[in-house]
Nanobody
Framework: VQLQASGGGLVQAGGSLRVSCVAS?????MGWFRQAPGKEREFVAT????????YYGDSVKGRFTISRDLDKNTVYLQMNSLKPEDTAVYFC???????????????WGQGTQVTSPA
């Protein structure tokens, strides 16, 4: 399975951005992680294959929304009220369960840069 993330960019703090990730085949759970320079990879959000199970990282709860379109094999991350600390490379991943740990995913996309300066 190949994952292609897109939609990153530069948005001023307080703004919104939506990133997308298209999978080359039907996948089970899909999630988003992010990594800022000099920091460890951080869990952002995940959604199960049915869309019924969703988890968010504490730092994005109430601001970010994950969703998926099964027909398009696509997962979206809507990011609102962006903060400078949201600046990172955002990676999408696919796995068998909706895990909050990166080891729970078998496939990874190449990442898309999101920058939100103060």
């Amino acid at each position: 399975v190949q994952l292609q993330a897109s939609g990153g960019g530069l948005v001023q703090a307080g703004g919104s951005l939506r990133v997308s990730c298209v999978a080359s085949a039907r996948t089970f759970s899909m999630g988003w992680f992010r990594q800022a320079p000099g920091k460890e990879r951080e869990f952002v959000a995940t959604v199960s294959s049915t869309g019924l199970t969703i988890y968010y990282g504490d730092s994005v709860k109430g601001r970010f929304t994950i969703s998926r379109d099964l027909d398009k094999n696509t997962v979206y991350l809507q990011m609102n009220s962006l903060k400078p600390e949201d600046t990172a490379v955002y990676f999408c991943a696919a796995g068998r369960v909706a895990s909050q740990g990166y080891r729970g995913y078998d496939y990874w996309g190449q990442g898309t840069q999101v920058t939100s300066p103060a």
